[in-house]
């Protein structure tokens, strides 16, 4: 992973979020990706959402594996700790730092390639344990480091750049993510800023594995006619179902919405989501009616997005296992030793 | 005449399932009672029901703990394998059979004695329900072998009453079929045989105990609270027993919540990438393992290797390669765990020799882990890790403190003017590292990737020469802070020796002991971690002949020896043993004495 630092100017006036940082301390490294990738919109749309939630740089662990999504992590936010793993295995990396210290803030960025072939397994784990992550899959559909194979998410029928055409299916992490049992399964597009930030909020307070697929055209092997995962492909296929709102639980709710258009959603922590619903009878907190609605317009050739599916109630890893509220890596050693005595007991059994 | 008083081995040959696995521990327990040295072998399958299994008792009042070659007496209660069975009694031994059914054709031996009990027909004479006839008939011949090798009832029937504390209404119809044994033996046969038991010493101070259960005490007190595993055998038991002590030690008192995390991986992959992860998060993580696992988790080895991650994995080696033989032991795993992963890598490795030393080794493998930055094996194996050792009782230091290396607070790094990971500010190849969660100034990125001293990423050449370098330095400093071997010095000046590391250690201090009266003398060093310090190359250096004992067909540890000492191959005649069966005293002494032969016929 390329690596070039930021300059990191002061300009006078710039705002400060609520623990007196600016946007600018949410940065990261100079991205070394190809001009235009979707990813570095991503990046920006992450700066953006961290500043406003005024979570404190150092509580962030950030992850990833292998690959052009896999570098991104050194782009946002230099005061927390990263962790580039390898290739697939990010989600079992950041279960173990969430085992050890619960208390951190997880942003893990996979690509599809990642997660949805040699990571299958473990992005598939990491939903059933419902780790308490923001999973974040930044989706071309192509292999771009090794230069333009198709991915596991190419649909069929997309051609490559050099005329080769995907025959078999995509798999969808979201519509995977449902039926794996997850808590949390939304969709962006890396272009749509607007509805990209509060998602990302949403699932940053999200008491689980939140799955954010992002669309994110490869501008150098991706983004030709015949690409399903190209710009322009997108822009004319995108169909904005559900968008949301994210309302911290310091801040009134002051927006009001009308019933049935509008439908709030309250995190475990007092924080709110609003879902504005494209279409009035669609229903974010049914598994199956989540499922029906993306197979029907996934065979119209629809990209569906916005928060498909969310059940905050269900529990993560911690609540499962009834791990200690302290987090383990902060318990102190004559917490967790029982002793000489207790050693001498326990042998009284082996004699 | 085989075996005499306190120094016999009994062997009992069983059907997986039917269990023989508490009539077992009974004979066991109660030799250990008696104040006779006693250690127990599981021989089973990798089967959960129906195939042959045994299980092999050794008393030794010398306190032999290894396989000695002999079985004095066979129960040979499974069909299946008699012949097998008949065919292993030493002469001059016993067998002892369910005469129920007889086998008159199949008993063509006359240097041994058969003796036929009827143990089925009497268990169905007074137990009506077929389970309890079928739990019952192997009690009965724990009852039988009481009569016949002074096993003390009142021992056993003390022992009853503990095992069944809950549910005293077991106690009279185990002890009724001991009585059925032991009364049919003292009707029908000469009691005592001349292999048999006599209370001896006192074994107060002693305990019984497998390895795996050892190893996870030793993780309870070393600290650590993530264990990730995927269940492979043999060394399942290990975070079975770690669970179990953490709900017994690891509960908060107030609350009930657990101080600990354990996770069923998806795979020994996850599972690595997990210890990884929680290490890196300021935790004491671990895996156990056994080897097809280590294959599967080389990548992250080689990764928490090159971006100095403290790990610790447990490997308790089984039969290889492949698949191999996952119920059976041996010593396969010295050169996948040395050099684990792609690359140039190469890790430290701890060999404990019994369930002692796996308690003391899980404790060591976490300072070193944390102290050198770097993945730690514990390299144990079925033998050790599920087979019952009498060892003395495992003590603790209350003034232990758990050496978390070199890690610097929030407080610490206000103090210095910027943080670099990977940069050796002390001289000893060791850096500094930080935990997430603390300090914005702490913040480092860990990759796999080339990286320079500061933590930046590089592809220039000196860069990446200059970490990998450093990496060997540490690997100096590592050298002299593994434990040291154990040096056992023959009673005559000597130029030979012998090398050999974990569980083959009782098999070589009798070997030794057995050539000793036959006026062959040898120095004995037992290798206990690698990197090799400077102990073992003086051995080395101060012996003409040093011959390598050890538990596979490539004699892997006597490799190691060759590429990391000046040591000459010629000297080092290897002495192995690798069919699956913890080694015999026997094979080492008449490996030692043929080659005697062969060097005094050159």
């Known amino acids: 992973m390329t690596y070039i630092a930021k300059p990191k100017i002061d300009m006078p006036g710039e705002r400060r979020n609520e623990i007196g940082l600016r946007q600018r301390d949410y940065e990261g490294a100079l991205s070394t990706l190809c001009a235009g990738c979707g990813h570095d919109s991503i990046t920006a749309a992450i700066v953006q959402a961290f500043w406003e939630l005024a979570i404190p740089p150092e509580k962030v662990i950030k992850l990833s594996g292998i690959g052009c999504s896999s570098k991104t992590p050194a782009y946002f936010i230099s005061g927390a700790h990263g962790f580039n793993s390898v290739h697939g295995r990010m989600p079992s990396v950041a279960t173990g730092a969430l085992a050890g210290n619960r208390d951190l803030v997880c942003i893990a960025v996979s690509g599809d390639g990642d997660s949805l072939s040699i990571g299958f397994g473990q992005f598939g784990h990491a939903v059933r344990r419902n780790i308490n992550m923001l999973y974040i899959i930044e989706n071309n559909g192509v292999y771009g480091l090794t230069k333009g194979q198709f991915s596991a998410s190419a649909d069929p029928g997309s051609k490559a750049k050099y005329g080769e055409v995907n025959r078999m299916k995509a798999i969808d992490p979201v519509a995977t993510t449902i039926a794996l049992g997850g808590s949390f399964a939304a969709r962006s597009f890396s272009g749509d800023r607007e509805q990209l930030v509060p998602l990302i909020k949403a699932g940053l307070r999200h008491p689980g594995c939140a799955v954010l697929d992002v669309v994110s055209p490869c501008v150098t092997f991706n983004d030709h006619v015949g690409s399903t995962k190209s710009y322009a492909h997108t822009r004319e296929h995108y169909y904005p179902a559900v968008h949301t709102d994210f309302i911290p639980p310091s801040k009134e709710i002051k927006a009001s919405y009308d019933e049935g258009e509008v439908m709030p959603v309250e995190l475990h922590d007092g924080s709110r989501l609003l879902l504005k619903k494209t279409d009035a009878d669609y229903d974010p907190s049914s598994r199956s009616a989540a499922m029906r609605y993306l197979e029907e317009h996934s065979s119209q050739g629809q990209v569906v997005t916005g928060l498909l599916f969310i059940s905050p109630d269900l529990p993560e890893m911690h609540t499962i296992s009834g791990t200690a509220a302290q987090p383990l890596a902060r318990t102190a050693y004559e917490d967790l030793n029982p002793g000489q005595a207790a050693l001498a007991e326990l042998q009284k059994d082996l004699k | ?602």
């Open chain 2, 1 to 602: 005449m085989t075996g005499s008083v306190n120094d016999f081995v009994i062997k009992i040959a069983t059907v997986n399932g039917t269990g023989s696995a508490s009539a077992n521990g009974l004979l066991m327990k109660a030799l250990f009672r008696m104040g006779v040295p006693v250690t127990g072998k599981n021989l089973f399958p990798s089967n959960i029901q129906g195939l042959p299994t045994w299980y092999e008792v050794r008393a030794n009042h010398k306190g032999y703990m290894s396989r000695s070659g002999r079985v004095d007496v066979m129960v040979a209660m499974n069909a299946q394998t008699y012949a097998k069975d008949l065919a292993e009694v030493s002469p001059g031994g016993f067998l002892i059979y369910d005469s129920t059914w007889p086998r008159r054709d199949m008993m063509d031996r006359d240097d041994i004695t058969i003796l036929g009990v009827p143990l089925a027909a009497m268990c169905n004479e007074h137990f009506s329900v077929a389970r309890i006839r079928i739990l019952m008939k192997n009690i009965a011949y724990v009852g039988v072998l009481s009569a016949l090798m002074g096993i003390d009832r009142n021992i056993l029937k003390t022992l009853l009453e503990e095992t069944f504390a809950a549910k005293p209404k077991l106690v009279d119809g185990n002890l009724q079929a001991i009585n059925l044994g032991y009364q049919y033996a003292q009707e029908h046969f000469s009691c005592p045989l001349p292999a048999r038991a006599e209370t001896m010493g006192d074994n107060s101070g002693h305990i019984l105990i497998d390895g795996n259960s050892a190893a996870a005490l030793g993780c309870v007190y070393a600290g650590a609270t993530v264990g990730a595993w995927y269940p492979i055998t043999p060394s399942t038991s290990l975070m079975d027993a770690f669970q179990g002590y953490c709900n017994r030690f690891r509960k908060d008192p107030e609350t009930g919540e657990n101080r600990f995390c354990i996770i069923q991986a998806e795979d020994e992959l996850a599972a690595a990438g997990m210890v990884l992860g929680a290490s890196w998060s300021g935790a004491r993580a671990f895996t156990p393992t056994s080897g097809p696992g280590i294959s599967l988790m080389s990548e992250f080895i080689g990764f928490a290797y090159y971006a100095e991650i403290p790990s610790v994995f447990f490997d308790v080696q089984r039969v290889g390669p492949s698949t191999g033989m996952p119920t059976r032991t041996q010593q396969c795993d010295v050169m996948l765990c040395a050099f684990a992963s792609h690359g140039d890598t190469r890790h430290p490795v701890l060999f404990p020799a019994d369930p002692s030393e796996c308690f003391e080794m899980a404790v060591q493998a976490f300072d070193l882990a944390e102290c050198l930055q770097t993945p730690v094996f514990v390299l144990s194996d079925l033998d050790i890790g599920m087979n019952d050792w009498m060892i003395p009782e495992l003590q603790w230091d209350e003034n232990f403190k758990p050496d978390r290396g070199k890690v610097l607070d929030s407080k610490a790094l206000q103090g210095i003017e910027k943080f670099h990971r990977y940069l050796d500010v002390d001289g000893d190849g060791i850096p500094y590292r930080t935990y997430p969660g603390e300090d914005p100034k702490g913040a480092y990125f860990v990759r796999g990737s080339g990286h320079n001293r500061y933590g930046g990423y590089t592809e220039d050449a000196n860069e990446y020469q200059d970490v990998v370098d450093r990496l060997l330095v540490k690997w100096e400093t590592a050298r002299e802070r593994v434990p040291r071997p154990v040096l056992r010095k023959a009673a005559k000046k000597t130029r030979f020796g012998v090398i050999a590391y974990g569980s083959s250690d009782g098999a070589v201090n009798e070997a030794l002991d057995r050539l000793a009266e036959q006026d062959f003398h040898a120095d004995y060093l037992r290798i206990r971690a690698f990197p090799f310090n400077t102990d073992v190359l003086d051995f080395l250096d101060t012996h003409d002949t040093v011959f390598v004992v050890e538990q596979n067909r490539d004699a892997q540890l006597r490799s190691l020896l060759i590429i990391e000492t000046p040591a000459d191959d010629e000297n080092l005649p290897p002495v192995l043993h690798y069919n699956g069966m913890p080694i015999p005293s026997s094979c080492i002494e008449q490996a030692v004495l043929a080659y005697l032969e062969q060097e005094a016929a050159a």
